[in-house]
């Protein structure tokens, strides 16, 4: 069986450019969460989506965003990207939104 | 607010030696508990877990925690490192959301 699968692997952008990092969940699984892992910190929760409706939201700006497609499938966009925003993005999936299994994560660089 | 705290940023020890990582946690109810480790540039693997009932838990790569209460702990353990365990680990507990610790670097010895 395929574990979470997330892409792009790295990516480097500007200040001010967008993003759009996808992640792809276990087979049969519904939810599927994003973190962001900035280096020396744990990871910290950004959104939860559990069959395509948005179950939480942690504390970040607006310019965040992210979406769950009927495939389970799911977005995570950052727009106005800062400096601050370079991070390690990892996606989790789950069946029932409590074990959670993460995916590789995807390395962003804002420059 | 819940929270987890990891009193160690690092820890160093031999190989074939005995390990204790320390974990603190903050919840008013009883919580859903979790140890996750994470190699080098990689995301993280769930090693253990602590829902409910017996609170001596087993994982995989011979880990176990223990889940006190009385302590607010949940303790993860390991009778005889190999210097593949050299990792960071996350301890982290379950609200609406999964909340993480900042982690311990584990270094191993040869």
């Known amino acids: 069986d395929a574990g979470v699968t997330q892409s792009p692997t790295h990516l480097i952008k500007t200040r001010g450019q967008h993003v759009t990092l996808r992640c792809s969940p276990i087979?049969?699984?519904?939810?599927v969460s994003w973190y962001q892992q900035v280096l020396g910190q744990g990871p910290q929760f950004i959104f939860q989506?559990?069959?395509?409706?948005?179950?939480g939201r942690g504390n970040f700006p607006d310019r965040f965003s992210a979406r769950q497609f009927p495939n389970y499938s799911s977005e995570l966009n950052v727009n106005a990207l800062l400096l601050g925003d370079s991070a390690l993005y990892l996606c989790?999936?789950?069946?029932?939104?409590?074990?959670?299994?993460f995916g590789p994560g995807t390395r962003l660089t804002v420059t | 607010a819940q929270s987890v705290t990891q009193p160690d940023i690092h820890i160093t020890v031999s190989e074939g030696a005995s390990l204790e990582l320390r974990c603190n946690y903050s919840y008013g109810a009883t919580p859903y508990l979790f140890w996750y480790v994470q190699s080098p540039g990689q995301g993280l693997q769930l090693l253990l877990k602590y829902f409910s009932g017996d609170t001596l838990v087993q994982g995989i790569k011979g880990f176990e925690a223990e889940f006190k209460r009385s302590q607010s702990s949940f303790n993860l353990r390991k009778p005889s490192v190999h210097w593949s365990d050299a990792a960071e680990y996350f301890c982290?507990?379950?609200?609406?959301?999964?909340?993480f610790g900042k982690g311990t670097r584990l270094h191993i010895l040869p």
């Open positions: 989506y559990y069959e395509k409706e948005e179950r």
């Open positions: 087979s049969g699984h519904k939810s």
């Open positions: 989790a999936s789950s069946f029932n939104t409590y074990e959670q299994y």
């Open positions: 982290a507990i379950r609200d609406d959301k999964i909340i």
